[in-house]
């Protein structure tokens, strides 16, 4: 019997409880009401104002304000450097960093209250306030203001998200040392700032701030510029940066990181050994980590792994009957659309309906000038399996709207197989490189073969015909570029 035919009665019982109001766990709730089941989503967020706010990092932040920020950062960047080319004369530009502030607040503000509204509309119950699982799927519930209490629920989905990590020789010291959230707030621009993480994050608010004017250092302990991604695109990607003004220092180790006079003066060692970096501020990037600090009571039988991640299954189930997790705190990229994604997939599993994710299709993008964007395997994850292979590159130099958007770094690249041509990896850097991976996803989430795309028609003059023209290069018949 589907679980929607039992429904729980009760002022604190419900059908479905979600811990954690964040890009996977509002979805999860919001489903499961569509679903026609009784739900509350409980959130402890809380803004450096001490106002309560649902959408957990990603919209009060992270993905939101950060990109708010990018976008404005980049049109002040194009009206100093790129409008002349346009025949646009602009003189006398100032930045009013307070009036930019503004006006990222105002659209987290938006976003976060557009969730309530989106509850009171498919009648699910928001509670502000901490909540812990107890055994035998009760929810102990502490709101911000008033009297703790007890919740009972069917089912329980986890989705408490992730914090940043804090390094111990630079251990975070506000307003000077600082994590990604710390960083989207400067009051000013500061003079000289260090990044240590060359990673998503660390390449996003290097851009914001280098584009306002300050000189900034990324120190990343890695030899290699963003291993994860296909190097032919790191590649590329570095090279941009480099022209951007971004300072990228490669395999180097932060030892030490104090404030003194109102700076900061970080130690670290590089091939070259011991080095001094003094910045006025310094942000820490290094990644993050599960968040299920007093989420678990004694005796759940809810279990962590070695790096502090609730165990689940491919499903999100985590062995205790009723009890899912999604998101940051499971296995997996930290991405808001992989939390989201999961949150819907098990809201319609408690439902009884289908539901499933397939991990090999998620996209990853770094909203940066160039933006960068890819799916499924790199060139070289697919050498490295053995599989015959081949791949096409279309430069965005090719393209005749790029060039009108005076936009023409970087390329697309898609790795096929070459047995059935199946389309293995798609790679992009250049303009509005996160919007045209969703023609490679979708493309890919049908295992469609670069054949597919190369007799798919592609309006002209677009973006999209990188993606395209990519496809044709995989064997060598690229219309508008030549094939190597």
């Not at 296909?230 to 180097?252: P, S, V």
């Not at 165990?311 to 062995?319: H, K, N, S, Y």
């Not at 049908?446 to 592609?458: F, G, K, M, P, V």
Request: some cysteine.
């Amino acid at each position: 019997m589907p679980d929607q035919d039992k429904q729980a009665s009760g002022p604190d019982s419900f059908d479905v409880v979600v811990i954690g109001g964040g890009p996977a766990g509002y979805p999860a709730a919001i489903r499961a009401a569509q679903n026609k089941l009784r739900v509350a989503c409980i959130d402890e967020w809380k803004n450096h104002d001490g106002i309560a706010a649902f959408g957990g990092t990603c919209l009060n932040a992270g993905c939101i304000p950060s990109k708010a920020l990018l976008e404005s950062t980049e049109l002040y960047h194009r009206t100093q450097e790129e409008f002349a080319a346009h025949g646009i004369k602009v003189s006398g530009v100032t930045l009013d960093l307070a009036q930019m502030q503004k006006r990222k607040s105002g659209i987290v503000r938006a976003m976060t209250q557009g969730i309530l509204a989106l509850f009171k509309a498919a009648g699910v119950t928001p509670l502000q306030g901490h909540g812990k699982l107890l055994p035998g799927r009760r929810i102990e519930f502490t709101p911000h203001e008033g009297e703790r209490r007890g919740l009972t629920a069917r089912h329980v989905v986890l989705a408490s998200g992730s914090a940043p990590i804090e390094l111990r020789s630079a251990p975070f010291r506000e307003p000077h040392i600082v994590d990604s959230w710390g960083a989207l707030e400067f009051a000013a621009v500061p003079k000289r700032l260090g990044v240590i993480g060359a990673g998503v994050i660390g390449l996003e608010l290097g851009s914001v701030w280098r584009r306002l004017g300050a000189q900034v250092v990324v120190l990343e302990a890695l030899p290699d510029f963003m291993p994860f991604a296909d190097q032919q695109l790191a590649r590329e990607a570095l090279r941009h940066f480099k022209k951007l003004g971004l300072d990228i220092r490669l395999g180097t180790k932060v030892t030490g990181a104090a404030v003194s006079g109102g700076a900061v003066e970080v130690t670290y060692e590089d091939g070259k050994g011991a080095q001094r970096l003094a910045v006025d501020r310094l942000v820490v990037a290094i990644g993050r980590r599960p968040y299920t600090k007093d989420l678990l009571g004694p005796e759940t039988g809810v279990r962590l792994d070695e790096r502090g991640f609730i165990t689940v299954d491919e499903t999100c189930r985590t062995g205790v009957e009723g009890v899912w997790a999604i998101g940051d705190c499971v296995r997996g990229p930290m991405l808001a659309h992989k939390g989201k994604e999961e949150g819907v997939m098990v809201a319609d599993l408690i439902a009884g309906r289908f539901g499933e994710m397939n991990y090999n299709v998620i996209p990853s993008v770094i909203y940066t000038a160039p933006e960068i964007a890819w799916v499924g395997l790199t060139e070289e994850q697919v050498k490295a399996s053995g599989r015959e292979y081949k791949s096409g590159v279309f430069p965005f130099l090719a393209s005749g709207r790029a060039r009108a958007l005076e936009q023409p770094a970087g390329f697309a690249k898609i790795v096929a197989a070459r047995d059935d041509d199946e389309i293995l990896g798609v790679h992009i850097v250049g303009p509005m490189a996160g919007e045209l991976i969703a023609e490679a996803v979708l493309a890919m989430e049908y295992a469609a073969s670069s054949e597919d795309l190369q007799r798919t028609i592609h309006a002209h003059p677009t973006l999209a015909e990188a993606v395209h023209e990519a496809a044709l290069a995989t064997d060598k018949r690229s219309i508008d570029a030549i094939n190597r």
